[in-house]
């Protein structure tokens, strides 16, 4: 047997966190499976009646099977061209992955980037089984290509595919196969010339089991594009943003907002929709009566203030710990780098806080500047929120153009990202010659 020793609870107990549990078992279970294991087989969190201890394959990287696009067959359009149509422009290659429960992980491929086959009772088509990732390859200027921080995308994207019931796999494995499509279509479509560039990664798994009924998908396929992704993060004048309509909720305690799963995007389109006809770049989503502020369109909201009882300069963002917004690798890194590099200067914050504070601080002038964060968005100055009628105007610092801390936390990650700083978060890649 290779059940994990979850520790067992008190009856009803277990009924209570029945989903957080699970999912903390799956994950338990994935780590044991993944190459730290000590030769038992693996389980894959799909055991037949929870009980098996059949061989079923793990992701392999170094399995994988190449099959090479022509490369003469396109060429590389310079960035405003590939961002300027209506399709996202991709790479030559994309790798895919096909799983089934009966007998795990196939080999990984490397194959000209093309169209999917799926039947149309695919289960991601009916029941959204589909979760994915979000990261850049970023061409130094120090002429390096570089990932930051893959591992903890590659562990997120592990929660999500457990959380809506698609396969485990070992996270190392996902990172060296992302690694090799960068590896792959670097030198050609991130050339050393176009230094300060990147390429945007989307891992992605659907559930692509052909039976209609609402059951755990036993066929998925993995697969991850790199393509252009507009620059978002200067919108002129700063992005605006309008507060959530009262009749939407996002995300929700309970929910799986802290999972990047498909079915969090969709049904937020409707009210984004709206806001931006109305001038808006994005919905500053709200949460509950109190109207907690929780994340900017899909990133990571942060505010500077100074504090009300202190005086005090506070970078303040929402919380983890109540599952409600996605645990983003910017969000993260910047309360990180906030914390080491602002320490004495400004506390770092995270907490529940509401848009009336918002609005009480702006009211007594203590509001001093505010920016969504995450991949697509980087770090994005916001200098208008309106709420209800009125408009908060937010501080764009002397130049109009960001605060001043959003403008400092901005150079410390693209200094990484870009390899001006050489720091532990950058991850080179070694690669291939074109
Ligand atoms: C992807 C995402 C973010 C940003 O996460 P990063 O890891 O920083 O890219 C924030 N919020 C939501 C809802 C997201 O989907």
């Given at each position: 047997?290779?059940?994990?020793?979850?520790?067992?609870?008190?009856?009803?107990?277990?009924?209570?966190?029945?989903?957080?549990?699970?999912?903390?078992h799956k994950i338990a279970e994935q780590g044991m499976s993944n190459g730290h294991s000590k030769g038992h087989s693996f389980t894959n969190g799909v055991a037949t009646n929870g009980h098996s201890t059949s061989k079923i394959a793990e992701i392999d990287a170094s399995k994988?099977?190449?099959?090479?696009?022509?490369?003469?067959?396109?060429?590389?359009?310079?960035?405003?061209?590939?961002?300027?149509?209506?399709?996202?422009?991709?790479?030559?290659?994309m790798v895919t992955c096909a799983w089934t429960a009966a007998s795990g992980w196939?080999?990984?491929?490397?194959?000209?980037y093309g169209p999917l086959s799926l039947m149309p009772t695919a289960s991601v088509l009916h029941y959204a089984t589909e979760c994915f990732e979000g990261l850049k390859c970023y061409?130094?200027?120090?002429?390096?290509?570089?990932?930051?921080?893959?591992?903890?995308?590659?562990?997120?994207?592990?929660?999500?595919?457990?959380?809506?019931?698609?396969?485990?796999?070992?996270?190392?494995?996902?990172?060296?196969?992302?690694?090799?499509?960068?590896?792959?279509?670097g030198p050609k479509w991130?050339?050393?010339?176009?230094?300060?560039?990147?390429?945007?990664?989307?891992p992605a798994i659907i559930g692509t089991h052909p039976q209609l009924g609402v059951q755990a998908p036993r066929q998925a396929l993995l697969f991850i594009t790199a393509s252009f992704m507009p620059r978002m993060d200067a919108p002129v004048g700063g992005m605006k943003l309008h507060t959530s309509p009262e009749d939407m909720v996002r995300a929700w305690v309970g929910g799986f907002g802290y999972a990047k799963v498909g079915a969090n995007y969709g049904p937020s389109l409707l009210a984004t929709q709206e806001a931006k006809a109305r001038g808006f770049g994005q919905?500053?989503?709200?949460?509950?009566?109190?109207?907690?502020?929780?994340?900017?369109?899909?990133?990571?909201?942060?505010?500077?203030?100074?504090?009300?009882?202190?005086?005090?300069?506070?970078?303040?963002?929402?919380?983890?710990?109540?599952?409600?917004?996605?645990?983003?690798?910017?969000?993260?890194?910047?309360?990180?780098?906030?914390?080491?590099?602002?320490?004495?200067?400004?506390?770092?914050?995270?907490?529940?806080?509401?848009?009336?504070?918002?609005?009480?601080a702006d009211s007594e002038g203590r509001l001093v500047e505010a920016f969504a964060a995450g991949t697509a968005y980087f770090v994005c100055p916001v200098s208008l929120i309106h709420h209800r009628g009125k408009d908060v105007e937010i501080p764009m610092g002397k130049k109009g153009d960001s605060g001043e801390y959003t403008a400092q936390i901005k150079t410390w990650l693209m200094d990484i990202m870009y390899g001006?700083?050489?720091?532990?978060?950058?991850?080179?890649?070694?690669?291939?010659?074109?």
């Open positions: 047997m290779t059940q994990t020793s979850a520790k067992r609870q008190p009856e009803g107990a277990q009924d209570a966190d029945l989903t957080s549990s699970g999912l903390e994988l099977v190449v099959h090479l696009a022509d490369p003469t067959l396109r060429e590389v359009p310079d960035e405003a061209t590939a961002c300027s149509g209506l399709e996202t422009i991709c790479t030559d290659h196939a080999a990984p491929e490397v194959k000209p061409r130094g200027f120090d002429g390096k290509l570089r990932l930051f921080r893959p591992d903890l995308n590659a562990n997120r994207m592990l929660m999500s595919t457990l959380r809506i019931s698609l396969p485990g796999f070992n996270p190392k494995e996902l990172e060296k196969l992302i690694a090799t499509l960068v590896a792959l279509d991130l050339p050393r010339s176009r230094p300060g560039s990147y390429l945007y990664l989307r919905i500053l989503w709200l949460y509950g009566p109190q109207g907690e502020c929780t994340e900017a369109g899909a990133s990571n909201f942060f505010v500077v203030w100074k504090a009300k009882d202190t005086g005090k300069i506070q970078l303040v963002t929402a919380p983890l710990d109540d599952r409600l917004i996605l645990d983003g690798v910017t969000r993260r890194s910047i309360v990180e780098l906030a914390k080491d590099r602002l320490a004495g200067e400004v506390e770092v914050v995270e907490r529940k806080y509401t848009i009336d504070e918002v609005l009480e001006r700083e050489q720091h532990k978060w950058g991850m080179v890649i070694d690669e291939d010659t074109p």
